[in-house]
């Protein structure tokens, strides 16, 4: 590696291959990379300035640097990751970018733990359709990273795999359930991870680590039989530093299949010139007010949207938020409780044993009440975003939470309790099947980053994404970096 910054000339000459408001690092070799979104290492590499092998040894140099205080990434892959940057790739405009999968999905040749004990570290014999996806479009998968059992919870903080740390201050939670790959993110040792969302957990750790994160909406992602899981609320895409990666991995990964439930967007490339409307809310369905930080942080990105053109306009929540949160929790327990009965396990988590449990004791007619609410709340949120064009709220009620506070050792009722106050904005655009994501906007008075949630119509991710980049236009967030940082 000696002499490599100099060969390549290109942390001067390349700057205008770095993402929006990304610029090359001056730094040691291993962190040559970190100031280049995905586009831009790809774009490296197409113009033959470094090769695809260089991009994933820079990647793993930066891992093995900052994971020890991170626990982001759970299981390593470098050698199959180098091996494959050697040989033939697809050619894609992410070919040859260092890539991590959560460790909730199978990656053939390698273990999917779950995030539980119960897992074996049997390697899995195919690819997930997103893993897959990925491969195909050229990425190149360096790892694993950090999840908590199952995704259960929205903190990174199980018994198998251990605390995930946040980036931005060490004993706080990156939020979950894609912590680790938010972490990743956030410390640059990846220009973007994979992630999935049930009830927030792209948006959750995005707004938690200071990068960006869009849910899809339900079923805008083929992922075969986990189409079905939860009713389709569980979905995939990335967390990322930039918008115009996340918006190029949705392209590479969306369904364009004969079958699609939407019309396939594609390459959303930046702003729109027509202005929104756009409802905004931070009183939560159920009635309660964030924390001053986070109503402070979200009025201001209410602010940055009107100086941008665009219309706020005050509004209620649709939603009734105790029967929603009764629902979702009876819906949430189901699959603790279908994965405990059919393995007489006690090597589960004491929160996933608790929250089967609760599940077994419910009368036989509660899961098909809770199923006639969430369609119920798919029908309110529908009416009300025929209204608007986007809808702006907090992602989360509280800042970044510390570990612990959310661990899955606690009781039944605390978490619960904890859970259901935490994540009251998210799970809402699960249920009802819209795209929403978390902008990183705002920061608390301590220092830690907060995301604001815009959702829009079931299908118009592409409105989503084009006023991102707006919003990062307008205050980039890219350049700024926490404690943790490789670069």
């Not at 909406?217 to 899981?229: A, D, F, I, K, Y």
């Not at 004791?361 to 709340?377: E, G, I, R």
């Not at 119509?457 to 990062?472: F, H, P, T, V």
């Amino acid at each position: 590696m000696k002499g490599f910054i100099d060969r390549r000339q290109f942390l001067g000459s390349a700057a205008a291959l770095a993402g929006p408001g990304l610029r090359p690092q001056r730094a040691a070799a291993h962190d040559a990379f970190s100031g280049y979104d995905g586009i831009g290492q790809a774009q490296l590499v197409r113009s033959k300035q470094v090769t695809a092998l260089e991009l994933v040894d820079s990647a793993i140099e930066r891992i093995e640097a900052a994971n020890p205080k991170l626990n982001a990434v759970v299981w390593e892959m470098f050698e199959h990751a180098r091996a494959r940057a050697k040989g033939a790739l697809p050619a894609s405009p992410l070919t040859g970018v260092p890539y991590l999968i959560k460790d909730l999905n199978n990656v053939a040749g390698e273990p999917t733990t779950w995030g539980s004990r119960f897992s074996a570290d049997t390697p899995a014999t195919i690819n997930d359709p997103m893993p897959q996806k990925a491969i195909d479009a050229g990425l190149v998968i360096a790892g694993k990273t950090n999840t908590p059992e199952f995704g259960l919870l929205p903190t990174t903080e199980s018994i198998r795999l251990g605390p995930c740390h946040n980036p931005w201050k060490l004993d706080c939670s990156p939020s979950g359930s894609s912590g680790g790959a938010a972490a990743a993110v956030a410390a640059g040792l990846v220009p973007a991870a994979h992630a999935s969302d049930g009830g927030g957990s792209i948006r959750i750790p995005s707004s938690c680590c200071g990068v960006f994160g869009l849910k899809p909406s339900r079923l805008r992602m083929n992922l075969g039989p986990e189409n079905t899981v939860l009713g389709g609320a569980v979905t995939e895409n990335c967390v990322s530093r930039t918008v115009r990666d996340s918006a190029m991995l949705f392209s590479l990964t969306e369904d364009t299949g004969d079958f699609a439930r939407f019309k396939p967007i594609g390459f959303v490339t930046g702003p729109a010139k027509r202005r929104l409307r756009i409802a905004f809310t931070t009183t939560s369905c159920n009635g309660v007010e964030p924390h001053p930080d986070v109503k402070a942080a979200v009025e201001a990105s209410a602010k940055l949207c009107e100086s941008l053109g665009h219309t706020i306009v005050p509004a209620q929540n649709p939603v009734n938020g105790q029967v929603f949160y009764e629902a979702f929790l009876v819906v949430w327990s189901s699959l603790p409780a279908m994965l405990v009965r059919r393995t007489q396990s006690n090597l589960f988590e004491p929160y996933t044993l608790e929250l089967a449990d609760y599940a077994r004791k419910l009368p036989p007619d509660a899961l098909p009440k809770a199923w006639a609410v969430f369609k119920d709340t798919e029908a309110q949120v529908d009416a009300f975003m025929a209204n608007y064009d986007a809808w702006l709220t907090p992602v989360l009620a509280l800042p970044p939470v510390r570990l612990g506070e959310l661990a899955p050792t606690l009781d039944l009722k605390t978490l619960t309790e904890r859970r259901m106050h935490y994540v009251v904005y998210t799970q809402i655009h699960n249920v009802a099947g819209t795209p929403a994501m978390s902008a990183p906007l705002g920061m608390s008075q301590g220092g830690l980053p907060i995301g604001s949630q815009f959702a829009a119509a079931k299908g118009r991710e592409d409105l989503l994404y084009a006023l991102a980049y707006e919003l990062e236009a307008a205050q980039p967030w890219a350049t700024r970096t926490p404690k943790v940082w490789v670069g």
